[in-house]
């Protein structure tokens, strides 16, 4: 079964998505009866450019990497599709897939850079790519923590999913692991720490590392943001805690209704001072329903040293999830990658193909599950 | 779509199972179309009997919990089949449910205790279950961690599942987390500490009360095994360790051939030195895969005051995968009870019901996927 993507953005995370994609090749192909092939690019400043028979992506990432466009030279079979906003090459790449999108081989690969105040125009790319009939995966934290409802909806009716495993702690399972392992089991709230930058800071300035020093460490590795404030000021956190508490708390928060502190030189001197009294502080988010209330936060909390979140060191997650039949339980991220994020896509491109090798059975007999079908 | 349970062995586990399926019936109803009924029941001291029609599980939970035996009186409808063996008894209503075992309606919940010496009878509960055409999941680690290869082959062969979420960390996704969101990832080795009695008895240790003390007290609570061996001993962990490198690592091992050292008075003593040097003691649980070789052991291990392991409390449980493409995650039990490993039979079962929907499809299309598919 053979799917045909379209990648929207192809930075890190996209290139490295294609290269995992040939790297398990045979295995995806063997044990999941799933092959891809990538049939549009649409980039932001690399230009854009649709294949309709499928092009070679690893070597368009090694292109780009070299500091090339995509549509600066003839690429065989290509279609220049010149100054178009990727909005609009969507969605006529999505129009002439019609095929592919009937047969639900269509899928979007939405990894565009999170725009902290709209979650735009990710979220306009991913009602497109429902609206034609396309399947839709995200690494961008933008879309769910700003309209998970109103497009899980759009996917629901379209009869398409809408996956975005990526967006919190890469490619650890929090998403799929809730939706395909939990089943009847009520997320009633969490705790954890979600952004990396940011324990990394808190890490190495109890080691005696400035504030400036260990921002500008973890931009040079590629982890923090390129806009700072998206660290160090909690939107990261406030964004992935949005998305927590939407898809598993059926809350309608955005990341400007979670309540909001970041970290600064100071908190570094408190985490100095929690450290010396046998303590840890923490950029911890968190979030809680009581009765129809949903309340989330993202603030420094210190925490006695016995905590599961006090252990992380350096840029290690952990999320610990309150429920109702299971209790609390911690899931625990010790590193971090590029080909972590990048897994996540393959993972949610898999949840795909699974679901639509069953589809003709499914159509007929699947239930209806309020508030978690497309998770 | 409703299933038929024979339940082989009723004891806590499973009584709190159907009591758990009766608190969750709506929502399995409505969320999975998910219906389920209790046909025949078969216990080594409380008697067996077989009712075609179902009968009320719970209330036949509450006569036993009062000290009654199932066949002691007369059950409108049931056949009283006197005194069989749980696997003649199984082995006959297997035979009489030959319509629900063709539609793959018919699943046996093996929760008969844990023999450490050869995993019987359940081993041959579960293959007489499946050449029956039923379905099996089971709570008991035993078949598991000695026959695990066999009866996934004899799983494949019959086209039913076999599977096993609570014989580690009870409720909490293990081999489901594995199977169902880590597509395409191999595990490579694990560590963690997968026993409570004896990760409460250490702490207690440490705290300064005596062994036999800390022992007696997870006995009353029922968390220890009545045989205190298998727990302090670390038959149980082994167990353990044996189903998590058979299942996730490939491994043919079983509890005699993972290498062992249990707790004892002693091992409180080094526990206490270990923490006032800044240290924690624990019983570790390890495998990992080097070429071909699997090497698995349980033993006490000195850990780092940092080490994810060393802060396990109480009754705390922990496993770290380490994995090819998501390096090392954890994830960690925070708290145990009945309902959670009751739980891991509902989880399975909720699987097996979504594999059945959507089997016509399946069937026609599924790939191979060897060595995975019948986790």
Redesign the interface.
Known sequence: ?TFDLVLVGFGNVARRFVA?LKE?RA???????LQARVIAVATRRHGHAFWPGGLDAVSLARRIERGKSIGSDAVSGSSRTGSLSSLEMLRRVVARSGAAARRRRLVVVETTTLDIARGEPATRHIRAALAGGAHVITANKGPVAFAYRSLARAADRAGRRFLFEGTVM????VF??VR??????NVIGFRGVVNSTTNYILTAMEQGQGFDEALARMQAVGIAEADASLDVDGWDAAAKTAALANVLLGASLTPRTVERRGISAETGRQAIAARAAGRRLKLVARAVREGRRITARVAPEELPA?D?LA?L?GQQNAL?LQTD???????????G?L??TA?AL??DL?TIARDV??????RR??????G?RSL
């Open positions: 079964m995992l398990r295995v995806l192909e063997r044990e999941h009866a890469d490619g650890i399972p799929n692991l395909e392992t939990l089943p009847t089991v016995d599961l252990g060191e610990i039949l299971l209790e609390e339980f911690a899931i625990v991220q010790r590193s990658s080909t972590e897994y393959l993972s898999v090798r069953t589809a003709g059975a499914s007999s699947r239930p209806r599950a309020p978690r």
